[in-house]
């Protein structure tokens, strides 16, 4: 790491815009750039001379391959490598790449989730090339590959990916926050783009332990499990020094990162034993999509380079605090100006609190709809558990912000709390400005300062989602306020009356206090707040009507692509869930069960020897006793979840099947777990037939 000059190896893999203005004639570089912040169509011509410089560069670096990397409906990447070789009739070969095969790749779309839009014998897809994400390399044991990051759609053009609606959303909210601005008589911004820093939280565990467990394996979360003496009761994990073998990990890791330009600035230890978090530098959003799939790819390819695995599963461990990703979202004209930043003085800064406004009623007229953005069946074990923000929507503000909503309210807006300084009491420490508000970490929607932080995404999903839905609701709050105040005869009156009409129907999702307090919960629900405790609940609010008329008036999402969405919600988690249970029964019958009948016998044995010389045998009964009434009900809850699991293959219906996995399965698998978790603190773990949280937590 001494010898590595951090500057010369940043962005060293990634075909950056320095390098196209290197490589290629102005005139092409000025098109392709017009191409990327105007959106206009690309020329074949353009795309040719692109290529062939992207190839050349490609090649120097090492490469043989490249592949269109997309991002299906699997929450992964995708890519299929093609040589750059091409034959010549002398027999020999040239090394080829043109502009059609850039712009144009044609992975097969029959194997992807495609929630109907696609059937089995239908093959073929398209990826296309997003010119306003770089290309970059990927390097492994196979040699370099050239990734040009691309859309996916079907044949008949829908998307099948992430990245898709996410582009289309970035357009919308473009031009709906440009009308606001022009409103506000802004003739400079030609362009506003959405920007995330999206916080990875995950867990490291150690290789061979994690190969002695097949639900983590098979799910990525433990089925079973007895809490260990010690868990985090005393935070000293949390920010606490870093262990030789994961700092080793981190510091490959961000080598890698900085070498494809993904800023890895934070890294940390997080709550719970062997957590961790990272945290990267904000980007636009697309870009910041493509970064954070890297960023999780990276983190499964090189932890087992230190003999250990990335566990990125939202609850890998029942008993301490899981992993989610904190979704950072901002908005930025082209001139540099964060339209989220209230200013040293946010009662004079109305632009500000009109984009906060249409914020508030974005996120209360779609609280569900970003509840479903967030989730998966991994993320319904963390959310509201007292470790992660509940399931319930609301909005953190802070104590200016508010003071200066409850002044519009009244219609008395004149003045905002200021920063005051806070003297530390030890003469050698200098006084530090105090924020005007404190932070609320049981929030899952919190302004921080000059963005909103949303809490509650699920750490293993691709952040996509979550930002194509806050885009899309966030447009649509600004058409709404630009259609009504674009008609005004006297705007600042117009905007006044717009402000507390707003806050008059929408104030209900501002919430300040403790967000796991039961208190809440009954709030909430007096506020007429939803709580939709599993992903399943939530799924529905993709096709309400509003719904489906909101994406298809922007553009982002057909009718028929959004009931594809959520067909693949209701199958991914049943998908899932039938996973972890099948993995329960296996673990269950051919490790449990033995185990524990084997360890029966030698206590068995050990009563009658005892017996037999007239020994004490009390505490030998007691401990056979206890064991024998929990096989009992470890067996009733195994064949009530083979039973249940049997039934699901006579569901047709895949909305019904999500719900009788939820309500019956799921609720199995808890009864299944009580017994076997009792039963790890009664057998000798000698005989237990996997390693222990006490073995896996604390063993890094």
Known sequence: MNNISIPELYGSYVFTDAVMRERLPKKIYKELKKTTAEGTELAPEVADVVANAM??????????HYTHWFQPMTGITAEKHDAFISPTDDGKAIMEFSGKTLIKGEPDASSFPSGGLRGTFEARGYSVWDCTSPAFLKEDSSGITLCIPTAFCSYTGEALDKKTPLLRSMEAINIQAL??????????????????????????????????????????????????????????????????????????LDIELWKLGISAKTEHNEVAPAQHELAPIYDDTNIATDHNQLIMEYMKKLAPHHGLECLLHEKPFAGVNGSGKHNNWSLATDTGKNLLDPGKEPHK??????????????????????????????????????????????????????????????????????????????????????????????????????????????????????????????????????????????????????????????????????GYSEEWVKEAEKRGLKNHKSVVDAVYSMLEPKTVKMFSDFGVLSEIECAARAEISYENYTNKLLIEARTMVDMVAKQIKPAVISYAKIVADTIVSLSSVGA???????????????????????????????????????????????????????????????????????????????DILFYV
């Open 55 to 64: 190839k050349d560069w490609a090649i120097e670096k090492g490469a043989t």
């Open 179 to 252: 009308r606001i601005l022009r409103l506000f008589g802004d003739t400079e911004t030609k362009k506003i783009t959405t920007s995330v820093g999206p916080e990875q939280e995950y867990f490291l565990v150690d290789k061979e332990l994690y190969n002695k467990r097949k639900d983590l394996i098979f799910t990525g979360r433990t089925l079973f499990g007895a809490m260990p003496p010690k868990g985090q009761q005393l935070d000293d994990h949390y920010f606490g020094a870093i262990r030789e073998r994961v700092a080793e990990f981190m510091k490959d």
């Open 349 to 514: 800064n109305k632009l500000f609190l009109t984009f906060l406004l249409a914020v508030i009623k974005a996120v209360d007229e779609n609280a569900t709809l970003l509840r479903l953005s967030a989730s998966n069946a991994g993320n319904d074990h963390r959310l509201g558990a007292s470790e992660a923000p509940p399931a319930i929507i609301s909005i953190f503000l802070g104590e200016q912000l508010e003071d200066i909503l409850n002044q519009i309210e009244i219609g008395n807006l004149k003045s905002s709390k200021s920063e005051t300084s806070m003297s530390m009491g030890v003469s050698t420490l200098p006084s530090i400005k105090k924020d005007v508000t404190d932070r609320n970490r049981t929030s899952p929607f919190a302004f921080t300062g000059n963005k909103f932080e949303f809490r509650m995404v699920a750490s293993s999903e691709s952040i996509a989602c979550p930002n194509y839905m806050l885009n899309t609701i966030v447009a649509q709050s600004l058409k709404e306020f630009a259609d009504e105040l674009e008609k005004a005869e006297n705007f600042d009156d117009a905007l006044t009356k717009l402000m507390q009409k707003t806050l008059k129907e929408h104030k209900r999702v501002i919430f300040s206090g403790n």
């Open 616 to 694: 004490d045998d009390r505490v030998e009964k007691e401990l056979l006793t206890s064991i024998t009434e929990n096989i009992n009900s470890l067996d009733n809850a195994y064949k009530k979840l083979v039973s249940n699991i049997s039934k699901v293959d006579n569901i047709s219906d895949i909305k019904e099947k999500a719900f009788f996995v939820k309500d019956n399965i799921s609720t199995t698998m808890e009864e299944l777990r009580k017994p076997a978790d009792e039963l790890e603190m009664l057998v000798d773990e000698k005989y237990w037939p996997f390693p222990t949280y006490g």
